[in-house]
């Protein structure tokens, strides 16, 4: 792994859940490397190495994207349907971890390509326990390819 890669990307602007999902990554010991973006306009500049964060490579991708839905600048839809559109970014797994709790935000981010979705629960120790196992699974379990697969291919 590079000196500068980045494990998870949280992108969050509640304070008191990013404090939480942080110390749930330290205290399971999930991510050395996490980053915060307070906004999507923030994490659309740190994935594709604008602004700011022009020092990086986007070789340098998160293996996991934790993305909230309602964020100011750009929410969370538009960062999701841009990294999806791109070709760079589409196999960065992506979860939504929203307090959204509307049917239609759930269609949307699945017609958009997310790989999964949570509604934060209101419980503390429901919400500690969510954040372990997605860490647990995205980071641990899941497998994903080394290189893109060229769709020609896949055909025959």
Known sequence: MAQNEVEILVVEDNPADVELTLHMFQRNKLANRVHVAR????????????????????????KLVLLDLRLPKVDGMEVLRILRTDARTQRIPVVILTASREETDLVISYHLGVNHYIQKPVDFDQLRDCVREVGLYWLLVNEPPAEPVQEASLIG
Do not use: M, N
């Not at 923030?42 to 070789?59: K, M, N, Q, T």
């Open 39 to 62: 906004d999507g306009e923030e994490a659309l500049d740190f994935i594709f190495c604008r602004g700011p964060y022009r020092s990086r490579s986007l070789a340098e991708a998160p």
